[in-house]
């Protein structure tokens, strides 16, 4: 098979892989631009046939998949192999087609988001209002059990009303996600926390949950907000959810 | 631009029977503009996808990749100095080098 197909059909698994192409070379037996791929299960496809160099290139293809981190290495004396990660896309679900939804799927389109958004109202959940977003317009909670929520999703949560909010958030919380965000006051966040506390959800999986949602740059109106939102699923993407909470304490303090 | 997008776009130009070439950033040093892993890809129209920084270095980077893609038919590793002015020459003013993998792809019929 083509390795630009595999690729491609790797691409729309769940797991990050490593893509290894040969970037300077004295080994006729691997090409410039040669390519395998590697799992992570550290299993390599696409090898070059000689078992001292696959293992090599696969061992080397794990590391880079276990810290997260591309370069290239030179794997033996006159072999340079560029080790990338690719990942699957980052998706967005916008739970909320209102007045802040609109920008913000606007936003996180052109950022390189694959964007959902979810209402119950069909006037609001329509797909005029959002340009190349998957657009539904039913029930929340069906909905979200129907799709495919994984750990290349960011979830936001922006319905009309706390109700929603707080049953969508009990819906999510079980699924490994990139980033759940909700919106509300400090005090009507609290009494939704509280609540699905009791309920039985753990503190650790509520409080990953970032909320007031957004950077704090000040914003007002729908636009600014949406934003402060899109900047804050930005900073998860390339910073981590760890440094994007120091970066939120820093602004607030 | 997301790697997926491009990725679908060299499979789907291959299709179309047109050639394409993807360059990557392999390594960087100093400040730059873009980190390894950026990638951009250019297409046998002179269309390009992506952005490994812009600038007089990306534009550097844009002739490697059509050279390679029309020309010399084989991947090159191209080094951009982005250190040589603080752009007063309309350069870069990142200050920084990048090395660049620019590889083609070409469709099935024309693969050596």
Redesign the interface.
């Given at each position: 098979m083509d390795i630009i197909s595999r690729v491609n059909d790797l691409l729309e698994a769940a797991d990050d892989f490593c893509l290894a192409t040969v970037i300077s070379s004295v080994n006729e037996k691997l090409p410039l631009g040669s390519k395998s791929i590697i799992l992570d299960n550290g299993s390599l496809e696409n090898g070059c046939g000689i078992k001292d160099l696959d293992d090599l290139i696969s061992g080397f293809g794990q590391q880079v998949l276990e810290k997260k981190k591309k370069q290239m290495v030179e794997v033996k004396e006159g072999i340079t192999i560029f080790f990338d990660i690719i990942g699957r896309q980052a998706n967005l679900i916008i739970c909320g087609a209102g007045h802040i939804g609109v920008p913000l799927a606007k936003f996180a389109v052109s950022l390189g988001f694959v964007v959902t958004v979810i209402d119950d109202r069909p006037d609001f959940a329509n797909p005029d209002r959002f340009d190349h977003c998957n657009v539904i317009a039913n029930d929340f909670i069906e909905t979200l059990q129907s799709i495919n929520i994984d750990k290349s999703s960011y979830v936001v949560l922006i319905t009309r009303g706390h109700e929603h909010d707080k049953d969508c958030l009990a819906q999510v919380l079980p699924c490994e996600t990139a980033y759940v965000g909700m919106i509300g006051s400090r005090r009507r966040i609290r009494l939704v926390l509280e609540q699905l506390s009791q309920e039985g959800f753990s503190d650790e999986r509520l409080h990953g949950v970032f909320s007031p949602i957004g950077i704090p740059i000040g914003a007002e109106t729908p636009e600014e907000i949406a934003l402060a939102i899109a900047a804050e699923l930005v900073t998860v993407r390339r910073l981590g959810a760890e440094r994007t909470r120091s970066l939120r304490n820093a602004i607030l303090t | 631009?997301?790697?997926?997008?491009l990725?679908?776009k060299?499979?789907r130009l291959?299709k179309k029977g047109l050639g394409s070439c993807l360059a990557?950033i392999?390594?960087t040093q100093g400040s730059t503009p873009r980190d390894?892993?950026a990638k951009m890809l250019v297409t046998v129209n002179s269309e390009f996808y992506g952005s490994i920084g812009g600038g007089c270095g990306e534009k550097q980077v844009f002739s490697a990749a059509l050279r390679c893609l029309l020309v010399s038919k084989?991947?090159?590793?191209v080094n951009v100095d982005l250190t040589d002015d603080l752009g007063i020459k309309g350069g870069d003013v990142c200050g920084g080098k990048i090395?660049v993998?620019v590889?083609p792809?070409f469709p099935?019929e024309k693969q050596t």
């Open positions: - | 631009m997301e790697d997926k997008v990725f679908k060299i499979e291959r990557t392999v390594k390894v892993g084989q991947p090159e590793l090395q993998f590889e792809f099935a």
